[in-house]
Nanobody, 127 residues
Framework: QVQLVESGGGLVQAGGSLRLSCAASRRTFSTYAMAWFRQAPGKEREFVAGIRWSGSNTYYSDSVKGRFTISRDNAKNTVYLQMNSLKPEDTAVYYC????????????????????WGQGTQVTVSS
């Protein structure tokens, strides 16, 4: 079992920055692929960014590419999402997720293949 706890959300003006953190409870965190998803009111949860266990491979949705950066510190069991140049359309609840089976199916953006989820953290970008 892996517990994920997000932090760092809040209210920011358009053009501003936030850094989200996701702390994992398990030592084997370093073997998991990690990702950030978000869900805006009335919309489906969508993939934002992901990173393999080594940190050498990162993935981004087209809507955040060039503005957001995902990284991880396996020694601290933590994954980060640095969000710059924020837009009102980035407003959503952001969730951290862990995939322990990436060796079987490769990196995925599909929500249903992630084993563990955090409780979410609200990000609100005002115009």
């Amino acid at each position: 079992q892996v517990q994920l706890v997000e932090s760092g959300g809040g209210l920011v003006q358009a053009g501003g920055s936030l850094r989200l953190s996701c702390a994992a409870s398990r030592r084997t965190f370093s073997t998991y692929a990690m990702a950030w998803f978000r869900q805006a009111p009335g919309k489906e949860r969508e993939f934002v960014a992901g990173i393999r266990w080594s940190g050498s491979n990162t993935y981004y949705s087209d809507s955040v590419k060039g503005r957001f950066t995902i990284s991880r510190d396996n020694a601290k069991n933590t994954v980060y999402l640095q969000m710059n140049s924020l837009k009102p359309e980035d407003t959503a609840v952001y969730y951290c997720a862990a995939d322990g089976n990436v060796a079987l199916h490769g990196f995925t953006r599909r929500t249903g293949l992630y084993d563990y989820w955090g409780q979410g953290t609200q990000v609100t970008v005002s115009s």
